[in-house]
């Protein structure tokens, strides 16, 4: 193992030097990878993987740690960081300003209807009840995956994406690979008619066992003793959601699984256990990784962002969630190992998204921080420009990040619109969470601002001209921005917490294990997969190679 350390980095003949190592150990692989693994813990900060080192397995996070390639300085450069834009950056190489995903969901700026990032009415869920706003396909995707790259190079390879939630499942898969999604309302795994008409029969045979059904009244209870959780918060604390305790038992009061029950499953460590089971049966199958035409598998583990929310990153279910999912990964990669072999395929880990410290939790520590509720804040900002211009509702509505304006009474009425910017700016500025708000005017203008704005740059990389609104909002550190009370702690922000994320490479046979701790991207994964499999990068694609190693 080498630890590649450069605590200051201003040489870019460093990155230079080993952006060419990592050319040169993918030439000199003796043959592409027969499988990428691609992982997602959804709502992982990096802080957490390396703040419970010593606690963790050998053969879990710490494979990575002890015997693969790990960044210590990971990030995403956005600013909306929620779970759509960060699965769509993440095998397209490209931020929200190029995929179009500039969020969970969105105002369609024409129509004013609420639309969903992977909303499509024209699919439906296999075998399943579809709601109108449910995620079933990538319509919305506007560029290519790596998987899609490859597909077209040989239609033989497979894509499979698999994730809890349909926007963890979708974006991986790209145009041409196939989604498996998790039906909370049956605690089965099911596609969409995007992709085919009928599931394989690998898939039918996974679903008719109910396998989610066995986990029904299993306790989840800490998975070390008491004095090891010394670190993170003790239960119960009282901005936690309902449930805040360990040991806890699924199914509770209820006298047979049904819908409550799949639905609470993924918020525990034995959601993720039933989705990597679900990966295993893919991994048979599919055959993945068992021909010379190279395949993807990628995984996103929904549990660590629903648990997250509900108790923050700084419970004790948190961490204890984050001890399970690490023997989890230890036994999914020991049976990776007997399937395929250790030296046939890459593993890769990063995550959507990091968390926010709950809000009461960074007050008791002195900061600023406090809650910013959304309908109130818009409630004041119409009233606010009503009182300037005379005219209701102004502002048309809350869209992905910001504030959608309303075009056509501006236009009506005559009303200057940088006017009605520059009162909405000066509004939104005093309310007590805010940090800045970027304009329409501002964006479409790359001169207008000073390059060295804060957050300019990330708020840039999220703004997409035909989706995004007009006002961007950047909140304060530590401020949290709610519709409704309801989660003890969230994410979405342009701060560290959030966009500071794990990636971790395990693949001996193509690069040198170690730390590394240049500044690189989640969208620097893209093409440097694309490299070790020998195709294009995504055509959209604005990452760099990530600098890794060759192998000794």
Not at 244 to 255: F, I, N, R, S, W
Not at 299 to 310: E, K, P, R
Request: aromatic share 10%; net charge positive.
């Amino acid at each position: 193992m080498i630890s590649i350390l450069f605590k200051r980095w201003p040489s870019f003949l460093i990155a230079a030097a080993l952006l060419a190592g990592c050319a040169t150990a993918v030439q000199a692989a003796a043959s592409r990878p027969a499988l990428i693994v691609f992982l997602t813990v959804d709502g992982l900060p990096q802080s957490q993987v390396v703040d419970y080192r010593d606690q963790l397995a050998p053969g879990g996070f710490r494979r990575f740690l002890e015997r693969g390639a790990w960044f210590s300085d990971a990030r995403y450069g956005h600013a909306s960081t929620v779970t759509a834009t960060g699965h769509a950056a993440m095998l397209t190489g490209a931020y929200p300003h190029r995929t179009g995903i500039i969020g969970n969901y969105w105002l369609d700026r024409l129509t004013g209807e609420l639309e969903y990032c992977m909303g499509d009415t024209a699919h439906t869920y296999i075998g399943h009840n579809t709601q109108k706003l449910a995620g079933t396909s990538p319509k919305n995707l506007m560029v290519e995956t790596v998987g899609d790259v490859l597909r077209r190079a040989d239609a033989r390879a497979r894509v499979i994406a698999i994730s809890g939630k349909d926007r963890g499942a979708i974006p991986p898969a790209g145009k041409t690979g196939t989604a498996y999604v998790y039906q909370a309302s049956s605690g089965h795994f099911a596609s969409t008619t995007y992709y085919m008409k009928k599931h394989p029969p690998w898939v039918a045979a996974f679903n008719a066992v109910n396998p989610a059904d066995r986990y029904f009244k299993t306790s989840w209870a800490p998975l070390l003793p008491e004095a090891a959780y010394a670190r993170s918060l003790p239960d119960g604390q009282v901005w936690y959601a309902a449930g805040g305790y360990l040991p806890k038992v699924l199914g509770e009061g209820q006298e047979k699984p049904g819908a409550m029950f799949y639905s609470a499953l993924m918020a525990s460590p034995y959601g993720d256990a039933l989705t990597l089971d679900f990966a295993r049966a893919a991994i048979a199958g599919e055959a993945l990784g068992q021909d010379d035409v190279p395949d993807i598998l990628s995984i996103s583990l929904s549990g660590h962002d629903y648990i997250n929310h509900a108790y923050g990153p700084e419970s004790r279910l948190s961490h204890d969630h984050v001890l399970h999912l690490d023997r989890l990964l230890q036994a999914f990669f020991r049976d990776l190992d007997r399937r395929l072999g250790r030296d046939r395929y890459i593993a890769v880990l990063t995550a959507d998204h990091g968390f926010m410290p709950a809000p009461e939790y960074s007050k008791s520590l002195g900061r600023d921080a406090g809650r910013q509720n959304i309908p109130q804040m818009m409630a004041r900002l119409n009233a606010g420009l009503t009182a300037k211009f005379g005219e209701a509702k102004l502002a048309s509505g809350w869209s992905a990040s910001g504030v959608l304006l309303n075009d056509g009474v501006i236009r009506q009425k005559g009303l200057a619109r940088r006017a009605v910017e520059q009162e909405a700016q000066s509004i939104l500025l005093a309310e007590p969470g805010i940090a800045a708000i970027f304009a329409r005017s501002d964006l479409e203008n790359p001169g207008a601002l000073p390059a060295d704005t804060p957050f300019l740059h990330q708020v840039r990389k999220t703004w997409h001209r035909e989706r995004s609104g007009d006002l961007e909002v950047v909140l304060k550190a530590n401020w949290l921005l709610e519709w409704s009370r309801g989660n003890a702690s969230t994410h979405g922000s342009a701060h560290a917490y959030d966009y500071h994320v794990p990636i971790l490479l395990y693949g001996p046979r193509w690069f040198r294990a170690g730390r590394i701790d240049l500044t690189v991207e989640v969208v620097d994964i893209a093409p440097t997969l694309a490299r070790l499999l020998r195709i294009a990068a995504p055509s959209a694609s604005e990452g760099k190679l990530l600098p890794l190693a060759p192998p000794r």
